[in-house]
Every structure is written in structure tokens, then in C-alpha cells.
């Protein structure tokens, strides 16, 4: 019998530690492999990971090295991994504990405790000015808006999901998008829908600030993980997505929203300039983003290696609409599908692509947050 493969990640962290039995995982995770390894003669432990090659990026991502932008927060900010020196390789410390994920679902409350250290990241993350970071980045300067540019920065990340996602997957999905009310034109409404920004400053943002992502220690201290997608740009962007990502109860939702406005307000005036009549418009941006990146992801998670995952349908349909219904305004769909119209476009989709073997494969997807 042939031996199961042994992937790079896992190869390297056995060949890091010397002791194939002090490493562990693979960890759970989307985007990447991840092992633990303990290092021999050093207290706590390391991660080891690669991106997953079989999975799609929808998210921009402006550090070239996460590794390099962590040690250039060490400083600023006392809530993420450290970074450790293995064999000249940089490699992030490991947070014992529990994901908040693991703690409280998306739409249910945190402690008082948890949402009081929540507020201490934005207000360790908001001082972070742009000139503050001598890291490398992967965007190109005209990918980058004007310190200040509140529109231009997220006409930005619209050009991003227009091209990265929507065009780069359109003779795939080009059926099923038009089916579900969407084209080229829902992009001009989006950006109608959300010009006039406000100008604020630029600083920090970890943009993927959800339950999966803060970690309780066993001392209930709140750590800050997964700082691939950070980016400099609009505060007011990283309270939208975190708003959006965690789902709070109406009246936490509404607390974090006060709470990040004094503490961001008391450090630097201007940072949440308009937040009363912009952060409904980034929202709504999020919901827009979300039908884009979801109808692929979604319709692909119906394609299991056994074949179309016919029992799933219909959840998946409910889901759909959902999330389309949440977006009507942004993108103006005066009319949502119904769920069983919804189930045939996907049917029909995956008839489309059941005729098309000359296509090249599409990577499968997992629920999405």
C-alpha cells in the first residue's frame, strides 16, 4: 500500500522541531495548513503553516510578509503573537486558549469582560499611522488611496471584488450570477450608493476582526490572530467588518459602535468623522461584497469528490437569498429570487458545468463566516 502523502507543512515542521512527535495538526483553518510544534529547550510553541493551494482568496491583501509586519507591531501593540527565531526562520508564537468562535457563535452576546478588550484592540490598533510601518507591501502605489481619501479608499476595494472576483470568475459563474440578478451594472449602483465619504485619517486595520480570530488565554486575556489581511486605510472600515463578522445583539452592536467612536475620538479628533451617516454605507458595502464572494463560494461547496451534493440544495438556496436580500439596496436588485427559483439556477449551474468538461476545475469551498 502506497504511504499517505506528507505535506510541505507538516514535512517542514517535523524537519524545525527534529521530533516528528512534539508537532500537532493540522489545526483547523481555511486558508491555511497549520501544525503546533513545542521547541525543545524554550517555553510555549510555534506555528508552521501554508497557504491551502485547493482554496479560493477573495480578500486583498496589501504585507507581503505577516511574519515582518508582526514584528513591526511589537511595539504598538501588546494583544498579538510574538515572533520566534527557529533556525533563521521567523515564526509566529502560539496563543494557547479558545477561539471566541468556539466560546459564542456569531449573533450571540459577549461577556462585558471580552467587550471591554475588544475596545482596547481599536484603541491600540488607531494610533498606527501609516508612516509608523516600514513593512513591505505587496499593493502597488496606485492601489493605495491619499491618507485621508475615505472614498478612495474603498472605490479600491470595489475595483478589487469587481476584478478579482466577479470578472476573474465570470465564465464560470456568469449563469448563475444573472440568474441571481447580478451583472456589471450592480457594481455602478454600488458605487453610487456609497459615495460621499467622509475624510478621515488613515491608521491600522486588522479588516478581518471576527470570532475566529480573537483567542482567550486560560487568564481570560484577549489576543488578535490572523493579521494576513491587515491594511492601512479607513478606521471606520475596520468597525463595519467587525460589526459585520461578529453579528452582535442589536444593543452590543450598537455599544461597539459608541464605544469605538469615544475611545478612537480620544486619541485622534477626526478618526470617526461622519460615522453616523458613513458606517451604514460600509455596511452595506460588506452585504454587497458578501453576494459576490458567496454565490461562488457556495455553489461550489454543492460539489463534493463523490459529485453535486443534491441534499444541500435547498440549504444552500435559503442562504443565498438571504444574503442577496441583505443586499438589495446597495446593488438594486428591485427583486430578489424566491428559494426554489434559486435551487433551479444552482441546478442549472451545475448542469452548465457538468457540460463544460474542457473548463479546468474549480477549487471546492468551505462554509464561509
Not at 34 to 61: C, N
Request: aromatic share 8%; hydrophobic share 40%.
Amino acid at each position: 500500500m502506497t504511504p499517505p502523502l506528507v505535506s510541505g507543512a507538516r514535512e517542514r515542521a517535523e524537519e524545525l522541531s527534529g521530533d516528528p512527535s512534539l508537532v500537532k495538526g493540522p489545526l483547523k483553518g481555511y486558508h491555511h495548513e497549520t501544525y503546533v510544534l513545542a521547541l525543545p529547550g524554550r517555553a510555549g510553541a510555534v506555528k508552521v503553516r501554508e497557504p491551502r493551494a485547493e482554496i479560493l482568496w477573495f480578500d486583498r491583501r496589501c504585507f507581503g510578509s505577516e511574519e515582518k509586519l508582526l514584528t513591526a507591531l511589537q511595539p504598538h501593540l501588546s494583544r498579538v503573537p510574538h515572533i520566534v527565531d527557529v533556525g533563521g526562520v521567523a515564526l509566529q508564537g502560539f496563543i494557547e486558549g479558545r477561539t471566541l468562535g468556539e466560546q459564542r457563535r456569531p449573533g450571540r452576546r459577549v461577556s462585558d469582560a471580552t467587550f471591554g478588550q475588544i475596545v482596547d484592540v481599536f484603541r491600540e490598533m488607531v494610533p498606527v499611522r501609516p508612516d509608523m510601518l516600514s513593512v513591505e507591501r505587496r499593493c502597488q502605489d496606485r492601489d493605495r488611496a491619499e491618507d485621508g481619501d475615505s472614498d478612495g479608499f474603498l472605490e479600491r476595494l470595489i475595483v478589487f471584488v469587481e476584478e478579482q472576483v466577479y470578472e476573474k470568475n465570470h465564465r464560470t459563474f456568469a449563469g448563475l450570477f444573472h440568474a441571481l440578478g447580478i451583472s456589471e451594472e450592480s457594481f455602478t449602483l454600488l458605487r453610487k450608493h456609497v459615495l460621499g465619504l467622509q475624510q478621515r485619517p488613515f491608521c491600522l486595520l486588522h479588516a478581518d476582526l471576527h470570532r475566529e480570530n480573537f483567542v482567550v488565554d486560560p487568564r481570560e486575556r484577549l489576543w488578535v490572530i490572523d493579521w494576513e489581511l491587515a491594511m492601512l486605510g479607513d478606521p471606520l472600515y475596520d468597525l463595519a467588518t467587525h460589526l459585520y463578522l461578529m453579528r452582535y445583539p442589536a444593543d452590543q452592536e450598537s455599544r461597539m459602535a459608541r464605544e469605538w467612536c469615544r475611545v478612537v475620538e480620544g486619541i485622534r479628533p477626526g478618526l470617526s468623522a461622519g460615522w453616523e451617516e458613513d458606517l451604514p454605507m460600509i455596511l452595506d458595502f460588506k452585504r454587497a461584497q458578501s453576494v459576490f464572494t458567496d454565490v461562488i463560494r457556495l455553489a461550489l461547496s454543492l460539489r463534493e469528490e463523490w459529485g453535486f451534493n443534491w441534499m444541500a440544495v435547498p440549504v444552500v438556496a435559503g442562504r443565498l437569498q438571504r444574503i442577496l436580500t441583505a443586499a438589495a439596496r446597495p446593488l438594486g436588485l428591485t427583486q430578489v429570487p424566491s428559494r426554489s427559483q434559486i435551487m433551479a439556477a444552482l441546478v442549472r449551474w451545475h448542469g452548465e458545468r457538468e457540460a463544460s468538461p474542457a473548463d479546468p476545475p474549480m477549487p471546492t469551498a468551505p462554509d464561509v463566516y
